[in-house]
């Protein structure tokens, strides 16, 4: 028997007697986007491709790095793009694409994709926040958080010049869609990023610790459409939208987690 199925027997006999919480839980993804709804690729379950463990003590057969592995999945990222920082006449900074004319993003899908947030919005006055679109949008029907975090799993050759931000909020009341922050911190170097190179990841806390999550596909039926516009952008009018949350779940319809067949 492995270790996480030792707890998740452990759960189960705890929820006959009436105090436990599932063993698995489905989660529902869908993308919410204008247009190019292509360019989003489907989560994939986080993998490495070690070689072979050649020791029973070997970190590839530590089942707490196995468990904590297979918990993430990757969000990959939807565009080639690079941007750096310049300074114009007067001084103040300019965000540009350095690939120019070779840039395979036009102006216009430039501006639908990420903004610079305005400089009395940064968390350090010389350090500038871009957000950028991440459509994604994950949905359950009982007690369960996303939490969103950069790709620490992964090695890159080339570090990003600054750090992504995480989050965290709960799917079965608040499912808006994911947005990616990126905190600039040295501004002589460009953000490089490259299509299908791991973006971010997410994963998902549930009443049951050891409870597996099942990620399947959602369909944007009309309840979750209407749903969404309940609380998409609620942000632009209020603050502290955690406060919501009571409101939110008043009108939430009993079931909107709908795997495509």
């Known amino acids: 028997m492995s270790w996480d199925d030792y707890f998740a027997d452990d759960a189960g006999a705890a929820e006959a007697e009436g105090r436990g919480k599932k063993r698995n839980v489905t989660v529902g993804w869908t993308v919410r986007f204008a247009q ?28 707490a790095a196995i468990d904590f592995d297979r918990r993430h999945y990757v969000i990959p990222c939807p565009v080639d793009l690079t941007l750096a920082f310049t300074r114009n006449a007067q001084g103040g900074l300019q965000l540009t694409d350095a690939d120019g004319e070779a840039s395979k993003m036009r102006p216009q899908g430039r501006a639908n994709l990420f903004q610079l947030q305005p400089q009395n919005e940064w968390r350090h006055p010389e350090r500038p926040i871009l957000q950028f679109t991440a459509p994604y949008v994950f949905v359950a029907d009982e007690p369960c958080y996303v939490v969103q975090s950069p790709p620490y799993l992964h090695w890159f050759p080339e570090q990003r010049p600054g750090m992504a931000m995480g989050g965290r909020f709960p799917i079965h009341i608040w499912p808006r869609p994911l947005a990616w922050a990126f905190e600039w911190y040295d501004l002589s170097k460009p953000l490089v990023l490259k299509r299908g190179d791991p973006w971010f990841y997410v994963h998902f806390e549930t009443e ?11 369909e944007m039926t009309g309840e979750l459409e209407k749903y969404l516009d309940s609380i998409i952008d609620v942000s632009n009018y209020v603050n502290q939208t955690y406060g919501l949350f009571g409101e939110a779940q008043r009108i939430r319809p009993d079931r909107l987690l709908k795997p495509k067949g």
């Open 36 to 63: 190019g709804n292509a360019i989003w690729a489907p989560p994939k379950s986080f993998s490495r491709s070690d070689p072979k463990a050649t020791s029973a003590k070997s970190i590839q057969v530590c089942p």
């Open 208 to 218: 049951n610790p050891s409870a597996h999550v099942r990620l399947v596909e959602q």
